[in-house]
């Protein structure tokens, strides 16, 4: 059997230890406690961190710790493990890379990813002790497929089914470095997910985990790209792992499909064009005009460059994130929310980062686009809110209707 296919079915317990994590957070440690042991069996204490940098690859452990490392992440609930160097291998490339594109404007109103643009490609500006980088992927695909068309219903990003993913990903990261200093006495390092000022996908691809796909996703030979990555910084030096090359080859089905032209160029994403970006980062205005029919059904999210990407094929179904929200929403209903509805239904999802409004006015835009008549009362109803962007919005969809 092919490997790939093979990891594909969901295993009932955790690799390698025989057993699910039983939830977030440090788990109970396995195996040899408190350091390492040499050739002769016996237990041997790591170098003392303020000696200098942990140079583990003086005495035997170092191999040891990378593995433990490994199996750790992976019983805590990682689908794919690397590991990275601190110090990008190319320190000159990166950091022009991000800055022009920060300079171009293509970050939109995230103005977070322009502070210190030079800074986020070196993870030693943001943890100084830091030599090794843990970098894991945990997959968040519930093993269905696309839904279909459906006039009445808008859909949501994958990411968006299970609740909020950074308090979930922060606790197993924190179980491992938890498991880390058990092992190295004074160790130190720091925990990332995707609101750190941390490259990730950047420190993904130097450990080996995947390669930058040319939607900028990053990819995976095993277990395609619906994927989120988080890691910690480690003040050991570790096995590192291999850049990968990219396997894309000659393939654009994801530059190809953007319905909203976000992709200039091949691994460059233009977010200030991105559905995603304007159905979850801009809350706040109206949806540009220019965009508005290449949204389609999207209400939150979107995976259409992911969607067509042949890896996929291999994705596999995630160990850690189960669903609470359907792949799509009725728009009907959505629109009936009030405020207090919306909060009571949506705290504790990605949805609620977006607030009422802005969902409301994705539905709106959705409803527009599907061109569908049973939509006319709410959308009537709408084009006279005190909002005037939920207003405009309406007006503009139902001239789609007309």
Not at 226 to 232: K, P, R, S
Not at 331 to 352: D, I, K, N, Q, W
């Amino acid at each position: 059997m092919d490997p790939r296919r093979a990891r594909r079915i969901r295993p009932p317990v955790g690799p390698h230890l025989g057993q699910r994590p039983a939830g977030p957070g440090p788990l109970g440690p396995q195996g040899r406690r408190g350091g390492l042991r040499g050739p002769s069996g016996r237990q041997e204490a790591l170098q003392d961190p303020r000696d200098g940098p942990r140079g583990l690859s003086t005495f035997p452990g170092r191999a040891e710790l990378t593995q433990g490392l490994r199996e750790e992440a992976l019983r805590l609930g990682a689908d794919a493990v690397g590991f990275a160097p601190a110090e990008p291998p190319d320190p000159a490339q990166e950091p022009a890379a991000y800055q022009r594109w920060v300079e171009k404007g293509m970050h939109g109103v995230m103005g977070y990813m322009a502070r210190a643009p030079q800074d986020r490609p070196f993870i030693t500006r943001w943890f100084p002790a830091a030599r090794s980088v843990v970098v894991c992927a945990f997959s968040y695909h519930d093993g269905s497929s696309a839904p279909a068309p459906d006039p009445a219903r808008g859909r949501l990003a994958r990411y968006a089914l299970p609740p909020d993913y950074h308090p979930e990903l922060k606790a197993r990261m924190k179980g491992l470095l938890a498991w880390y200093k058990e092992r190295v006495p004074g160790g130190r390092g720091k925990v990332f997910v995707d609101t750190s000022p941390v490259l990730e996908r950047l420190y993904a691809r130097y450990a080996g985990v995947g390669w930058v796909g040319k939607n900028t996703m990053l990819l995976s030979r095993d277990i395609g790209s619906f994927f989120l990555i988080a890691g910690m910084a480690v003040d050991a030096e570790l096995d590192l792992g291999e850049p990968v090359p990219e396997h894309c080859g000659t393939c654009t089905r994801c530059l190809d499909a953007c319905p909203t032209d976000a992709f200039p160029s091949p691994r460059v994403l233009d977010a200030s064009k991105c559905i995603a970006y304007f159905t979850v980062e801009q809350s706040q205005g109206p949806v540009p005009q220019a965009f508005r029919a290449g949204h389609g059904p999207w209400l939150f999210g979107c995976d259409v460059c992911q969607d067509v990407c042949p890896w996929n094929k291999f994705s596999v179904r995630g160990r850690v994130f189960e669903p609470r929200l359907p792949d799509s929403l009725d728009l009907g209903e959505l629109a009936a929310l009030t405020p207090e509805s919306f909060e009571e239904r949506y705290r504790g999802t990605p949805l609620h980062r977006t607030g009422w409004a802005a969902l409301v006015r994705n539905a709106l835009l959705a409803m527009g686009n599907s061109k569908d008549p049973r939509h006319r009362p709410t959308l009537e109803r709408y084009a006279a809110h005190p909002d005037p962007v939920l207003a405009e919005q309406a007006a503009w969809s139902l001239r789609l209707i007309d």
